[in-house]
């Protein structure tokens, strides 16, 4: 059992890139507190029953997940008819031990009698052609999930693409001692930001905001890029061309 738990942390340990491991990065450490967070898509079959997997989602795998230790376990639809449809699963782990518990359902016996149905599911009953994950870093700015404002009904998923690992990191470095203060001044409402380790975007960092409705979301956004604070610390030279692509999605929760 303990042979089979070093090589389960050595792969996760080989999947990190170099500067997780080393100890003059203070944002990527392994024995860090900041949480992880798993960001999947589920890419559903054309005409198959959406509420299949979302019970599944919901009444399973978050409770099974949950006695693991999972801190957050949230669900979101795509605003607007996404072809095919997709699910997003946003999951916190508070430790990388929790994350590797959590792929080995398969030996949890109350997990298994919930998921018998699911699992029993024929081919041709399949309710998803694939899904996706993306493995993040919490940043040392924000290192635990906010939860989400009351009556929040929108949720903005933001990925920052750096042209190299030093243009991410910097940007990283922008967030954590400046521009996250600003987030919550001008009530952007972040959710979590995080070090994309594992995902098809490196280098980058992923990032989620919430807001009451879009009206709020434009409004505050004005305020932020207005603002003194921001014009200031953008014309940095050590923030300069830290992005250069943004990927920008609004889900809705379920």
């Known amino acids: 059992m303990k042979r089979r738990k070093f090589i389960q942390s050595s792969v996760i340990a080989s999947a990190l890139p170099l500067s997780a491991v080393s100890a003059g990065t203070p944002n990527m450490t392994l024995n860090s507190d900041n949480e992880l967070y798993e960001l999947r898509t589920y890419e559903m079959k054309f005409g198959a029953d959406q509420?299949?997997?979302?019970?599944?989602?919901?009444?399973?795998?978050?409770?099974?997940?949950?006695?693991?230790?999972?801190?957050?376990?949230?669900?979101?639809?795509?605003?607007?008819?996404?072809?095919?449809?997709?699910?997003?699963?946003?999951?916190?782990?508070?430790?990388?031990?929790?994350?590797?518990?959590?792929?080995?359902?398969?030996?949890?016996?109350e997990y298994n009698a919930a998921a018998a149905s699911y699992h029993d599911l024929p081919p041709d009953k399949a309710v998803y052609s694939r899904f996706s994950s993306m493995l993040l870093l919490a940043f040392d700015g924000l290192p635990k999930m906010m939860d989400p404002v009351p009556g929040a009904s929108i949720f903005e998923l933001r990925t920052y693409e750096g042209y190299s690992e030093d243009a991410t990191q910097r940007k990283i470095n922008m967030f954590n001692k400046e521009e996250i203060d600003l987030f919550l001044k001008t009530k952007l409402h972040p959710v979590f930001f995080g070090n994309m380790i594992i995902g098809p975007y490196r280098p980058s960092l992923t990032y989620m905001l919430n807001f009451k409705d879009m009206a709020e979301r434009d409004a505050n956004w004005s305020s932020f890029i207005n603002s003194s604070e921001w014009k200031t610390m953008n014309a940095k030279p050590e923030y300069a061309n830290s992005v250069s692509n943004i990927r920008k999605l609004f889900l809705k929760p379920f």
């Open 51 to 109: 509420n299949l997997l979302v019970d599944y989602l919901k009444k399973v795998l978050q409770p099974a997940l949950n006695r693991m230790g999972v801190n957050h376990f949230m669900m979101f639809k795509e605003l607007g008819n996404s072809e095919p449809t997709n699910i997003w699963v946003l999951i916190s782990y508070p430790f990388v031990d929790v994350y590797l518990r959590s792929q080995t359902l398969s030996s949890d016996m």
